[in-house]
């Protein structure tokens, strides 16, 4: 049993930034990717960044270069640096766990950016 507990989520401005954590607990050992996806109303749930226990890391283009993943593997816990931010990157966050192929969720946090 895995659980994801989400925090930093909030309202920022345009340009601003923001630093969600992710704390994960339960049954983890060894080898695992964590990661941060994003959903908005209506819409699927799209990919943010990824990083694997070696800190390998992945991004798709609408983040790359403004968002900044990263992990304490003492504390179990993934972290997602957002800088310069915009109103499209308004959405529910949500923190992720894969390893051996079970996908874990957390309950997710709202990040509003707005003037």
């Known amino acids: 049993q895995v659980q994801l507990v989400e925090s930093g989520g909030g309202l920022v401005q345009p340009g601003g930034s923001l630093r969600l954590s992710c704390a994960a607990s339960?049954?983890?050992?060894?080898?695992?990717?964590m990661g941060w996806y994003r959903q908005t109303p209506g819409n699927q749930r799209d990919l943010v960044a990824t990083?694997?226990?070696?800190?390998?890391?992945n991004y798709p283009d609408s983040v790359k270069g403004r968002f900044t993943i990263s992990r304490d593997n003492v504390k179990n816990t993934v972290y997602l640096q957002m800088n310069k931010l915009n109103p499209e990157d308004t959405a529910v966050y949500y923190c992720?766990?894969?390893?051996?192929?079970?996908?874990?969720w957390g309950q997710g946090t709202q990040v509003t950016v707005s003037s």
């Open positions: 339960g049954s983890i050992f060894g080898s695992y990717v």
């Open positions: 992720n766990l894969r390893r051996i192929g079970r996908v874990y």
């Open positions: 990083i694997t226990t070696g800190g390998n890391t």
